[in-house]
Every structure is written in C-alpha cells, then in structure tokens.
C-alpha cells in the first residue's frame, strides 16, 4: 500500500508502466507455481532422479504445487502424494478434464487452460477407423499394454552391469 | 454459420493486410479482421473476440498440440507403420525390446510422455526403424540383427527415443494442415464436436498423419534433425551407463547390410559413414564395446528369437 502511493506520488507514465509490468512478472510466478499433470499417469519419486525409489502416481489434470526444482526435476505435492516429478510429465496450464462454456471461452486462447479430450481425440479416431477400415490398432493397443516397473528396470540395469550416470534424467 | 462468417472476413483480412510486412503476425491479423468485421456488422462482438482467439492459434505451431493429442496421432501414425509392417508375435522378444527400451527412455530429457513409450519388433528383413509420435517404436527383424551386443540395440532404441524427444514426427505436419486444425480447436467450444466440425477434424488429422507416414517411411527426415537425434541418443547412453559406442558399431553393421538403393534405412537417413563422422565427434575415437557375459547373454537369447 506505501508503496502504490510512493508510485502513484511520482505519477510519472514511466513509472505506472514499470510497476505495471512488475505486477504482471508478480502473477506470471505465482501462476508458476502451480501445474497440471499433463500425461495419463506419472510415477512420484523420493529424490530427484531416475533411480529414485517410487513413493506414489499422479494422474492427467491433477494439480500440484511445485515446492522446489532442481534440473529437470520439481518437487510437487497434490492429490494426497508429495515427492519428485520429472518436468516433462507437467505443464504451466490448468488441465480441465470436463469443461463448461466459461472455460471452454478461455481455453480458446490457448495460455491458460488445456481441455483434456479437446481436439485429436477417441473421436476423431473412431472416425478415421470408420473411413479406413483395413487399419488394424490391435497390435498397437496390445504394446501399450506392455508397461515395465521402475523395480523391473532396476533389475534389468544391475543383472546388465549397466551402471547409470547418478541422476539419471537432467 | 461458423464457415459463413468465416467466408466473409477473409477478404477483409486480406485488404486490410495488404500494406502489412509479410512476416506481420497473426494475432495483428485476426485483431485487424475481427475489428473490421465487428465495424461492418459482419460480426457481433461477441464473434469477433472468438476470430481474435482463432488468430492466435493460428500464429502457433506444432507446439500447441498437447501431449494427448500428439499421443492419438501418435496411435493412428503406429497403426500405418503396421499396415506395411507385420508384427512379430514373439512375447518374449517383445518383453526384452521393452524393458531396454523403456529403461533407455527413463534417462531421456523426455521420460514422460503421455502415454509412454512402448516398442514392438517388426518382421521384416529390411533394415528400418520407425517411431510415431508420443513414444510408440518399431524396430525391424533386420535392423536387429545390425546388432552385435546390447549396447549397439541400445543405441538403436535410444536413437528413435531421441526422434520422440524431438518431436520429429509433429514437425513433418504441414504448416497449413496445422493452422487449419488449430483454426478448428480455437473456434470451437467445449461441446462435444458436430457433424460438420468432427469431418473437418478428422479430414485434418488423416492429412498430418500422411505427412508424419511420408516424412517418416519414404522421404526421411532431415540430416539436420538425424544428427539431433543421434546426439539424443550418445547423451541418453551415456546417462544410461551403454557405451555410446554402440551406434558407431550399429553403423558400420548396418553399413554391410544395407543395399544401396533400397527402399528401407540407406532411403531414408543418411549414409551410415556422415553419421559416424558425426557421432565420432561427439563420444571421440570408437572403442570396442566391452559387454559383461550376463549382460552379452541375454542379449543373444532374446536376439535368437527375432
């Protein structure tokens, strides 16, 4: 309060315009701070790496708080689960699984929100197999089936002799 | 109604663009065109903010496609490699090829995508290697057996895990099939889509899909982005604990089984002796790639099935 009357005593347009973008920098942090899960489910590790042991999942459009990040790593809680995701599985703009029209009006610009099942969607691929009926998914529904754990992987790693980098993922 | 008025404001778009530099960005022009629109009644106020947000997806690129987006076209791109290539139905082989291949993906600068990566052998004796979008990848019975030792099959995986990081598939979508699907997305509202705006979606989506197939199965990407993707993968051997080695040795395999002229790898990447050149000066003078016995022993069981 000071100082917004410190500014406004100076008057000056240089000024407004300065504390205006400061004000502006000031929302962009605090938006920062929280994101969304943006991929169907993600593993939350104790530390922040690779090798890290498993302490839970998150799932797509669950928000998280970022508490702290180091490398390509951030430290997050939310949905009952607190630990170290990978960036990659998050992203800076609200996920909203099932929106209504007000949403739906901002999403359209894209910044800010993210309406899941938008777009190439379980529809439109409906449609294409409609179209294209000698393209066969089995195949490609049964290796996504094909998951490997973090305790499969570690196994694999020691009975190789593959002895990662500490870290793992930057 | 949306075509309509759509139809209408083009032309508009166009006068009022016609003293603009060319490279004038596209929010200029939908702020421009909806402006001009509202002021002529052509649309309502209401209508022409919804042209602004048209506009502004416009001016973006395959970067607005969301991970779950990327992951359909991902699926569809995997079911036209399969069109061509039969699977091998080898469970075993299959399981090895995964648990390499999402280990290798973990040490990524892109472990998580939104469905994750996932891989499957292809039975073909071509030499070849495709990976789709979001992190489906598909390796041919030929370019397996290029492969002496695990690390050289590791660095096979890492290479096309590196054209997922990148993003190589998304980026063969043509410009105008982009804009032209993005024009779509930010128009439309939450409601489940329509007849109408359903057909021009998909008609969108079978498009980018044949510009991913073509790039990737006929025309190859650039030796800009195999060179990234090389260099991926030496970062994510070398993260890993594989001697990025492995693909020099991949390389001068392949090299001898590669016909000159064919219509699988030697078509589509560069020749294997530019990319040795390039990845040697990234991991240094190659030496031989030492493989402890478990790790050479699996290698060889699973390798024996494919």
């Known amino acids: 309060m000071l100082q917004f009357k410190h500014v406004a005593a100076a008057l000056t347009r240089r000024m407004i315009m300065a504390a205006a973008l400061v004000a502006a920098a000031a929302v962009v942090t605090a938006a920062a701070a929280t994101m969304s899960v943006q991929v169907k489910d993600a593993p939350v590790r104790a530390t922040p790496s690779f090798v890290g042991k498993v302490v839970g999942a998150l799932a797509y459009g669950d928000q998280v708080e970022i508490q702290q990040t180091q490398g390509a790593w951030s430290k997050v809680a939310g949905a009952g689960v607190s630990g170290w995701m990978h960036t990659s599985a998050l992203s800076s703009k609200k996920i909203v699984l099932a929106a209504g029209q007000k949403q739906a009006n901002v999403a359209a610009s894209g910044d800010e929100l993210a309406l899941a099942g938008k777009g190439f969607n379980s529809d439109v691929e409906a449609q294409f197999k409609a179209g294209h009926k000698d393209i066969d998914f089995t195949w490609i529904n049964r290796m996504e089936k094909i998951r490997i754990s973090a305790a499969e992987m570690q196994v694999f790693l020691q009975n190789g002799g593959v002895t990662p980098k500490e870290g793992g993922a930057k | 109604m949306n075509m309509l008025y759509r139809a209408a404001i083009l032309p508009l778009c166009a006068l009022a663009l016609a003293g603009l530099p060319a490279c004038q960005t596209m929010d200029t022009l939908s702020e421009v065109g909806a402006g001009v629109a509202v002021a002529t009644g052509v649309a309502t106020p209401q209508q022409g903010q919804s042209i602004k947000k048209a506009g502004s997806a416009v001016g973006k690129t395959f970067e607005s496609i969301t991970p779950e987006q990327e992951y359909y076209i991902g699926r569809t791109?995997?079911?036209?490699?399969?069109?061509?290539?039969?699977?091998?139905?080898n469970k075993a082989a299959n399981n090895y090829l995964n648990v390499l291949g999402q280990t290798l993906a973990q040490f990524s600068?892109?472990?998580e995508t939104f469905g994750g990566y996932h891989f499957l052998v292809m039975e073909t004796e071509d030499v070849n290697a495709f990976s789709a979008p979001g992190g489906l990848i598909f390796i041919s019975r030929g370019m397996i057996r290029?492969?002496?030792?695990?690390?050289?099959?590791?660095?096979?995986?890492?290479h096309e895990i590196g054209h997922v990081e990148l993003q190589h598939g998304l980026q063969a979508i043509s410009k105008s099939r982009m804009t032209s699907a993005l024009t779509i997305l930010a128009t439309e509202s939450a409601k489940s889509f329509g007849g109408q705006e359903l057909a021009q979606l998909t008609e969108a989506f079978e498009g980018s899909i044949t510009d991913i197939t073509s790039t990737m199965m006929n025309n190859g990407y650039s030796r800009g982005f195999e060179r990234q993707a090389d260099s991926a993968a030496v970062t994510i051997l070398q993260r890993s604990g594989y001697d990025p080695n492995g693909l020099i040795a991949m390389l001068t395999q392949m090299k001898k089984q590669l016909k000159p002229g064919g219509h699988d790898f030697a078509k589509t990447h560069p020749s294997p002796d530019s990319r040795i050149e390039d990845i040697a000066k990234l991991v240094g003078p190659a030496t031989p790639i030492v493989s402890p016995a478990a790790r050479q022993a699996r290698f060889q069981a699973a390798a024996g099935k494919i």
């Open chain 2, 109 to 111: 600068d892109r472990p």
């Open chain 2, 146 to 158: 290029c492969c002496q030792n695990e690390d050289a099959l590791a660095a096979v995986l890492a």
């Open chain 2, 77 to 89: 791109v995997g079911a036209m490699v399969l069109n061509q290539y039969k699977p091998l139905d």
